[in-house]
């Protein structure tokens, strides 16, 4: 069965920063494409970037929506099966449930539980 | 950038009735690229049907998706009590790569 747990939402200031993790289980992780989405009552679901897989024709590129493009990096630890959305100078509209996901082809196979992260002063 | 619209915004119908969900996108999507999904409160969302009309495992067979080019629609039939939620469609492939519809919100009448 596919897991997804997300994990380090927390409070905090404008212009501070944010690692959010997710631990991944089930399914091969090193061969998943995998994504980060939030939401928001206001905004709805977002899309926020996605990584592909670290092969060579792959090569874990990513790509981001443009509202986080340049404070929002993705990575992966293949060797830890963990997702990672590095998030920097947060602004209060980045307050947002926040879940990780298994890209499935065009659309998002799996979802995580997760995260809540609320910037605040 | 495409734009989906999903209505009604809330349909009121219930349990054994057949309900009808509208996903409008601004302009053509493939229908290889256009998906639902399902949230319940408290919930992640849930995939339920993929490349327009593939339901995704474990979806009940009263779970049915059509339509192409901008008109997608979700068919639920013989509403089941777990079935009240808020659906969603979702396309692949124009900036943003993936974008989602509003919402629509399948309440007990």
């Known amino acids: 069965e596919v897991q997804l747990a997300e994990s380090g939402g927390d409070l905090v200031k404008p212009g501070g920063s944010l690692r959010l993790s997710c631990a991944a289980s089930g399914f091969t992780f090193t061969n998943a494409w995998m994504s980060w989405v939030r939401q928001t009552p206001g905004r709805g679901l977002e899309w926020l970037g996605r990584?592909?897989?670290?092969?060579?024709?792959?090569?874990?590129?990513?790509d981001y929506a443009a509202p986080v493009k340049g404070r929002f990096t993705i990575s992966r630890d293949d060797s830890k099966n963990t997702l990672y959305l590095q998030m920097n100078n947060l602004k209060s509209e980045d307050s947002a449930v926040y879940y990780c996901?298994?890209?499935?082809?065009?659309?998002?196979?799996?979802w995580g539980q997760g995260t809540l992260v609320t910037v605040s002063s | 950038e495409i734009v989906l619209t999903q209505s009604p915004g809330t349909l009121s119908l219930s349990p054994g009735e057949r309900a009808t969900l509208s996903c409008r996108a601004s302009?053509?999507?493939?229908?290889?690229?256009l998906a639902w999904y399902q949230q319940k409160p408290g919930q992640a969302p849930r995939l339920l049907i993929y490349g327009a009309s593939s339901r995704a495992t474990g979806i009940p067979d009263r779970f049915s998706g059509s339509g192409s080019g901008t008109d997608f629609t979700l068919t639920i039939n013989r509403l089941e009590p777990e079935d009240f939620a808020v659906y969603y469609c979702q396309q692949y492939g124009s900036s943003p790569l993936y974008s989602f519809g509003q919402g629509t919100k399948l309440e007990i009448k």
């Open positions: 990584i592909k897989t670290k092969t060579k024709n792959d090569g874990g590129t990513t």
């Open positions: 996901t298994l890209l499935r082809a065009y659309n998002f196979g799996a």
């Open positions: 302009q053509s999507v493939s229908s290889s690229y």
